[in-house]
């Protein structure tokens, strides 16, 4: 008994600890809940580019970042799926029309030219510009509409003065020239450079460009969508020629994260690929408000019935199944919190179905109970092979609806994936719930004289009575 | 209350078949039809298009006074090109009034949307924002949806095969596939059912059901499973119509119950959840419903055929048996 006190103890203790945890942290809530848009943008192969690789999806990502940071929407979220698309979340945008249009075009990347004495000016623009984007990461918790959108107006006008500084080669050298860019360490290997690789015509351009540049203590403005991403010099020994033969490195002290970073950007902007908006949807905010509570009442309702049905049905191990029913009712959740996983409607529904479905376990217990009673075995003999015979059924059972809920989740996208997820996590919380709480508290009620009554077990039992008493005592 | 299910089971059997063969010709009834050409409606999730849901403002004042007019809207639909749109006029929660419309129309662009909510708006009244619903979908990806969704639902069956093979024997693992595949057939049966006669559609979350029900049944399945071998073990020389009749006996209980329990969130969700789980908790209803059947009527019983047919009484005669606690 022993035993089945402290495992009691446990399970309270981790009742407690997650009814806190979930307080503090609860769940997120998915865009059918809580409102707003989801658009998924599609990378569409070319002639040149047959197939999209994770490198190309990754540059389109970078540039859909930059580009969703500019409308200033709280909470983004961005990522990739599959091998070809990248799923944007914005929360709290009802109208997708801004984001659409932003979203819709081929990234613009372009290598200009830094006006004479623009020196001083372009570092005190830069600095502000730290500034401001700090400042937007601030504001960005905070969740202050108005405040973030003032702040990324004054980001814009710098953005602006800062693109006046630059003037545009003749003819522009754009993305289209650009075949590579990546992070690579310096000889030394303490530091990260950043290098690039122009076709033939863009190496022409660029070693136009540089030639104009080297020694004057003037950058090379490397613009994407009309934001300057690097502002490189050229060295004095290039004035000469240029920088020839199609290739640079942008030195900088960087470090691997941000090289890589930088030569994400740029491959993005000189992606050929274009992109294609294959689905929107948008989920007014009080719509979404709406379902959520109309489907946790009937969540609820429904719960209840089913707890009364277990008492009235099974008695005494009815009120214990509920018990524990309650207690896999909170840890679930509080997974759902630990593991941040987005709640969508029908995660909701996959979690208040694996309720539903975690009585069974109880129920195969029970009933297993009430058949060893049945058969005349003792109260304690009855309730220890009740949990025992279940358990392969329980396990087999369990194990085929886990099995079903990993194809859904591998296979699946988006909604189909918080189903599974959901389902899943309830299966295994269930398993526990059903096993060491009912088990415990089972054990423990049966330990107290009071509640040793066999008919409190199995109502209408043949000969209740002597036999079946006289054993218990034992 | 005994059931012996192994006496009637051609009365069982032939239920079963009536069902699903009404769900085969309500399936190919609804291939032929011009306006679906799939064997069950499909929703936007598979074929593409724009869906576009509002509701007018009825704090407004004079907003919702007249009720709206469903060929109004018609019309404007029709002046933009859209004539063949399915258009719905819906009841919001609150005043259980006719205040919303429901579009469905092919493809459309920015322009073209906004342009027909600016059209319609000035003809039925001013929308709430908050409540708008659009959705677009290209016809690719539903169609990827589709796809991954049927190799879930088949990648499943396999791992459930594999699992059951190894946990139990080869037959009982095909036979439980049956019963999987009777509940798959009569959920979708009774949906292309739904969809000739109340043009109830199926989206993604109708694959989702799918594989829900996959899971179920072939829990309730594996109940009676198990209870069967635990008798084979015991008692091998007993005729194996009796040992099945009294496995399911034995676990009706059980069955009755679980379904019972499982049933009552869902038909909860069903009456009072939200709009976009009706469906949802619909399939699963029927699904449920078929499976608890089948495990009891359908799984068993083939089993009993195939070993009287097949001579494998015992556990001691079956081949690749896993439980090596046979006395």
């Known amino acids: 008994m022993e035993r089945q006190r402290s495992l009691l103890a446990l399970i309270l203790i981790l009742v407690i600890a997650a009814l806190a945890f979930s307080w503090r942290f609860p769940a997120p ?24 690789t994770e490198r190309e999806l990754d540059g389109v990502k970078k540039v859909v970042e930059g580009r969703i940071n500019s409308l200033g929407v709280s909470e983004p979220i961005i990522q990739t799926v599959g091998t070809n698309k990248v799923l944007v979340q914005l929360p709290g945008v009802n109208d997708p029309e801004q984001a659409e249009r932003v979203l819709g075009g081929t990234a613009q990347l372009e290598f200009r030219l830094q006006k004479p004495s623009t020196e001083t000016q372009l570092l005190a623009f830069q600095a502000s510009r730290a500034q401001l984007k700090a400042k937007q990461e601030e504001l960005r918790k905070s969740q202050d509409q108005a405040a973030i959108n003032k702040n990324l107006e004054d980001l814009k006008n710098n953005n602006q003065a800062i693109a006046d500084l630059f003037e545009s080669t003749k003819p522009p050298l754009d993305g289209k020239y650009l075949t590579d860019a990546y992070g690579e360490p310096t000889r030394q290997g303490n530091n990260w450079n950043v290098a690039i690789r122009f076709n033939q015509k863009g190496g022409e351009l660029f070693a136009e460009l540089t030639k104009n540049l080297a020694g004057t203590g003037r950058s090379i403005g490397i613009f994407l969508d009309n934001e300057l991403i690097s502002a490189p010099v050229v060295g004095v020994e290039f004035a000469s020629a240029g920088i020839t033969g199609g290739s640079a490195i942008i030195t900088g002290r960087f470090t691997a994260q941000q090289a890589n970073d930088l030569g994400v950007q740029l491959r993005g902007g000189a992606l050929p690929v274009p992109v294609e908006i294959a689905e929107i949807r948008t989920v007014g905010a009080t719509l979404g408000q709406d379902s959520i509570k109309t489907s946790i009442y009937a969540g609820i309702g429904g719960l209840i019935l089913v707890l009364i049905f277990m008492v009235v049905y099974y008695r005494l191990p009815g009120l214990i199944a509920d018990i524990a029913l309650i207690v896999y009712a909170i840890l679930t959740w509080a997974s759902f919190c630990l593991l941040n996983v987005t709640l969508t409607l029908p995660g909701i529904a996959g979690f208040i179905l694996s309720i539903g479905m975690a009585v069974d376990a109880n129920v195969l217990i029970f009933e297993r109970t009430r058949e060893e009673l049945r058969a005349g075995k003792s109260l304690y003999r009855s309730v220890e092979s009740g949990f025992y015979r279940a358990f392969s059924s329980i396990l087999d059972g369990n194990i085929t609806t886990v099995i079903a809920c990993a194809a859904l989740f591998y296979l699946g996208a988006g909604l189909v994936k918080g189903f599974a997820l959901t389902l899943a996590l309830g299966v295994a919380v269930s398993m526990f719930s059903a096993i060491t709480c009912s088990r415990s508290l089972m054990f423990v009620a049966i330990s107290i004289p009071a509640l040793r009554k066999p008919e409190l077990f199995c109502p209408n039992l043949p000969n209740s009575g002597a036999s079946n008493q006289a054993e218990v005592a034992k | ?10 009365l069982w059997w032939a239920i079963s078949c009536a069902i699903i063969l009404a769900g085969i010709i309500s399936m190919v009834i609804s291939w032929q039809n011009p306006n679906i050409r799939a064997p069950l409606r499909p929703s936007l999730d598979f074929v593409g298009g724009t869906r576009l849901q509002f509701e007018r403002d009825c704090n407004k004042p004079g907003n919702c006074d007249k009720p709206i007019d469903i060929n109004v809207v018609r019309e404007v639909a029709k002046a933009q090109g859209l004539g063949d749109s399915s258009i719905q006029i819906v009841a919001d929660k609150d005043t259980r009034k006719e205040n919303g419309i429901l579009i469905r129309t092919k493809n459309l662009d920015r322009e073209q949307r906004i342009k027909l909510q600016t059209a319609l ?6 929308f709430d924002e908050q409540k708008n619903q659009i959705d677009t979908v290209g016809p690719t990806l539903g169609r990827e949806l589709f796809n991954s969704g049927i190799i879930a639902l088949v990648v499943s069956f396999i791992g459930i095969i594999v699992y059951l093979t190894f946990r139990f024997q080869l037959d009982y693992a095909i036979f439980a596939i049956v019963a999987l595949l009777h509940d798959v057939l009569v959920t979708m049966g009774m949906f292309s059912i739904f969809g000739l006669a ?8 109708f694959i989702v059901s799918l594989l829900t029900i996959t899971g179920f049944s072939v829990n309730d399945t594996v109940v009676i499973y198990d209870r069967i071998r635990e008798t084979l073990k015991t008692n091998s020389n007993q005729k194996i119509t009796e040992i099945v009749d009294d496995a399911v006996n034995q676990t009706l209980g059980r069955s009755i119950n679980t379904t019972f329990t499982t049933m009552l969130p869902l038909f909860a969700i069903f ?57």
Request: net charge neutral.
């Open chain 2, 1 to 10: 209350m005994k059931l012996s299910i192994n006496k009637s089971r051609s």
């Open chain 1, 29 to 52: 809530l998915g865009l059918d809940l809580r409102g707003g848009s989801q658009l998924t943008i599609e990378v569409k192969p070319t002639a040149e580019i047959p197939q999209i």
């Open chain 2, 121 to 126: 708006s000035e003809k039925v009244g001013a």
């Open chain 2, 198 to 205: 109340f043009g109830t559609e199926v989206d993604s979350l």
């Open chain 2, 271 to 327: 009456l009072f959840g939200g709009e976009t789980l009706k469906n949802f908790a619909l399939a699963l209803i029927i699904g449920f419903t078929a499976g608890a059947y089948s495990s009891i009527f359908i799984a068993s019983t083939l089993l009993t055929l195939w070993r009287e047919r097949t001579g494998k009484y015992t556990v001691g005669e079956a081949t690749g048996v896993t439980d090596t606690s046979v006395e």
